[in-house]
């Protein structure tokens, strides 16, 4: 009863060719359907099919929602995943602020060891001052690698490595995630705050001759020297 | 028992109206304008800028996609039937530009003047590629006029 019924529906709406067009509504068959949004499903049936089955009316009318809502709930559902995306990609680039004692000694002492490349001590800028370095080592190879990175905020800061006043490569901006660098393992390593983006220029370097991290800050346009000595 | 529903359905929807999607239809029209500002920004100082377009993405995303998933919400659509093409359009447009300031974000993060160049290039091309195809997508497949037609 209900198909016949559909099938009569459908029948009667492909005969009504000269019918406004408002809205469209795609049929199972991916056949366009013109439905004049101002009026009900109801006055668009034929009157006596529409006298003897108001149940099957009723139904067509949720379908009828149903394929009006369909777009919604699918552009919806589409920014939902977006927001997902891009709470996963937020999260999953920002790096927990280190709490550890290691990390505390750390800001204390301005050196440390024992922590990893790029770990992140702060969640904001802060001025601990700057600080020049002398380091000795007994490093076997003529070049080392040091690591650079913004131990707080990433706010922007930019940063220049320079060996023997020349620079070794281009200014870049500083970012939890650590940037290596090749230099000679004696001379002297200055680096250079290039931009301030907010609480001064924090950096932390990591040299691979003697396996220690340093956390400084260079105003901007000034330098901090780290002198390599072989013994 | 169902009007009541209707009623407190459509309390919500305007509650949510005016607490929410009003600033958030304002800020798809300004939150483009601004990131073509940070555009200007960054090739005038030669320095990135923080990529303020993906939090945007996310806020917009959840908000419009509370409204149109949620039954009550999405009632507004239907009862003002221009918010639906408003917001299917804008919200590209927004993440198109968050793209585009994070491409040049990143190649602004290096002081290279050849990869600054370079960067841009591949901005512009992603921008002019994005509303080609954005346009193609909505010429063949048009924004349905929703609503104007539920009585509620």
């Known amino acids: 009863m209900n198909n016949n019924f559909k099938k009569s529906i459908q029948n009667a709406m492909n005969k009504n060719s000269n019918t406004p067009i408002f809205d469209t509504t795609k049929t199972n068959n991916n056949q366009e359907v013109q439905i004049p949004s101002s009026q009900t499903e109801e006055n668009f049936m034929p009157q006596e099919e529409s006298n003897l089955d108001s149940g099957g009316a009723q139904v067509i009318q949720k379908q009828s929602d149903k394929n009006k809502d369909k777009p919604l709930k699918v552009f919806g559902g589409i920014c939902v995943a977006l927001f997902v995306a891009t709470m996963v990609f937020i999260f999953s680039s920002t790096p927990s602020v280190n709490t550890t004692d290691a990390a505390k000694n750390a800001l204390t002492d301005k050196v440390s060891t024992s ?65 290596e660098i090749t230099v000679p393992a004696v001379g002297e390593v200055q680096i250079k705050g290039i931009r301030d983006g907010g609480g001064g220029i924090t950096y932390a ?7 220690t991290n340093y956390f400084n800050s260079a105003p901007e346009g000034e330098f901090n020297t780290y002198t390599l000595i072989k013994e | 028992m169902g009007k009541l529903k209707n009623v407190l359905g459509n ?19 300004f939150v483009p304008i601004g990131l073509f500002f940070d555009i200007n920004t960054i090739r005038e ?22 409204s149109l998933l949620i039954p009550a919400f999405r009632k507004m659509y239907y009862k003002l039937p221009w918010m639906f093409p408003f917001v299917k359009i804008l919200y590209p447009n927004v993440i198109i530009m968050s793209i585009a300031t994070m491409l040049l974000n990143y190649g602004y993060e290096v002081q290279n003047p050849s990869r600054h160049s370079l960067f841009f290039i591949i901005m512009i091309c992603q921008l002019i590629v994005s509303r080609a195809l954005m346009c193609i997508y909505f010429s063949r497949k048009k924004v349905q006029y929703i609503g104007g037609d539920i009585n509620e």
């Open chain 1, 115 to 179: 922590l990893a490349a790029g770990t992140v001590l702060l969640r904001k800028d802060e001025n601990i001052g700057h600080q020049d370095y002398t380091i000795t080592h007994k490093y076997n190879q003529n070049d080392t690698k040091i690591w650079v990175w913004d131990y707080a905020a990433e706010d922007g800061d930019y940063v220049q490595v320079l060996v023997n006043g020349a620079p070794v490569a281009e200014a870049f901006m500083i970012k939890h995630k650590p940037v």
């Open chain 1, 205 to 211: 370097v990591r040299y691979d001759l003697n396996g």
């Open chain 2, 11 to 29: 309390t919500a929807a305007v509650i949510y109206f005016l607490a929410v999607m009003w600033w958030i239809l304002l800020m798809l029209i």
């Open chain 2, 45 to 66: 100082s030669g320095f990135s800028t923080l990529n303020i377009g993906t939090a945007f993405i996310g806020i917009f995303g959840l908000f419009i996609g509370l």
